[in-house]
């Protein structure tokens, strides 16, 4: 698909319904992904009569970030388009890998948005990096739901992270920029072969046209089937509950015993959103390792970070515990 204005708004459109007058803001890196999806979005902001605002962060890895990052925002000044800088602290860059970079990354721009009341978060991954993000998963032994990687939409600590570029390839986005002669500068941490996301960028580039699209279509289909998959999953466990309020789930022990145990875990984790609307991570570790505690005849009770499981005659009860 082609990226243009047109096609990003019934893009858009089709994904989400917002309310009047929206106040948007979009991650920026300075890169030729989020400089698109800025200007994009400075267009559609006009068309419903929002505000916009660029965030952009100073990841204080390499000496020239901070200067790249004022650099940024004042061409958005001359851009007229509003920008705010955030600096990760020295402290916070320890292992100065990919991974804390994306965590400190989030952790500023999601403050932001919580202390400012906004609903959303933009932010400019697109198709390639979800074929990334796929492969990197697969090859870490990931299960099904894992496979299906970034969602167009999603929630990240009660903030909504929208994605409008997941549709449109690298490609797309060049194009996009050159027709519109958009500027960007290029992260050389993106070529760094140290990185599992770069060399996994480097080898999909080598790959020819046909293997490359038989990975496209493995992971299509995925994507496709993922919506039924997770209704499955939350069917299996609403046939398996015999009573829920706000403080409590109670299951039918003899029948939860019977699933397979990546079922049990699924349906486990579908519980601890229930409590913690996905603010923390379980580990697929201490989840199993509940089943197997709970398929074992001396089971009791059990803590699973916050959430109490205990057994009471031919039943199981899940809480959160009161802090």
């Known amino acids: 698909m082609k990226l243009n204005q047109k ?15 929206p106040i948007v803001p979009v991650a920026v890196s300075g890169g030729p992904d989020s400089m698109a999806l800025l200007f994009l979005m400075k267009e559609w902001i006009k068309k419903v009569d929002g505000k916009l605002i660029a965030l952009i ?29 955030f600096t990760v602290r020295k402290k916070k860059v320890q292992k100065k890998n990919m991974s804390e970079s994306r965590s400190n990354r989030y952790d500023l721009l999601l403050n932001y948005c919580t202390k400012n009341n906004l609903i959303y978060l933009f932010v400019a991954h697109h198709q390639d990096d979800n074929i990334e993000t796929y492969i990197n998963r697969r090859v870490a032994g990931s299960d099904f739901e894992g496979l299906g990687s970034m969602d167009f939409i999603s929630k990240k600590n009660n903030i909504i992270l929208v994605r409008p570029l997941l549709n449109f390839s690298k490609n797309d986005i060049l194009n996009y920029n050159t027709t519109k002669n958009i500027p960007f500068i290029q992260d050389p941490t ?80 579908k519980i601890y959103i229930f409590f913690y609307n996905e603010l923390r991570f379980l580990r697929s570790s201490k989840t199993q390792n509940l089943i197997n505690q709970i398929k074992s005849k001396k089971f009791k009770v059990f803590n699973l970070k916050g959430m109490l499981i205990k057994k009471v005659d031919n039943s199981l009860f899940f809480s959160k515990i009161s802090n």
């Open 190 to 269: 993106n070529l760094n072969l140290n990185y599992t996301r770069s060399i996994i960028r480097h080898s999909l580039k080598s790959l020819n046209k046909k293997t490359f699209d038989e990975i496209k279509s493995d992971f299509k289909n995925i994507k496709s089937n993922m919506v039924l998959y997770k209704i499955m999953i939350s069917e299996v466990l609403l046939k398996n509950i015999i009573s829920i309020n706000k403080n409590y789930i109670e299951i039918n022990l003899f029948k939860f015993k019977q699933f397979d145990d990546l079922i049990l875990e699924k349906l486990i984790k």
């Open 7 to 21: 096609n990003f708004i019934n893009n858009l459109n089709k994904f989400i319904t917002f309310e009047n007058k």
């Open 57 to 85: 962060v100073n990841h204080n890895i390499r000496k020239e970030s901070l200067t790249e990052a004022n650099a940024i925002a004042n061409f958005l000044k001359k851009n007229k388009i509003k920008c705010k800088i």
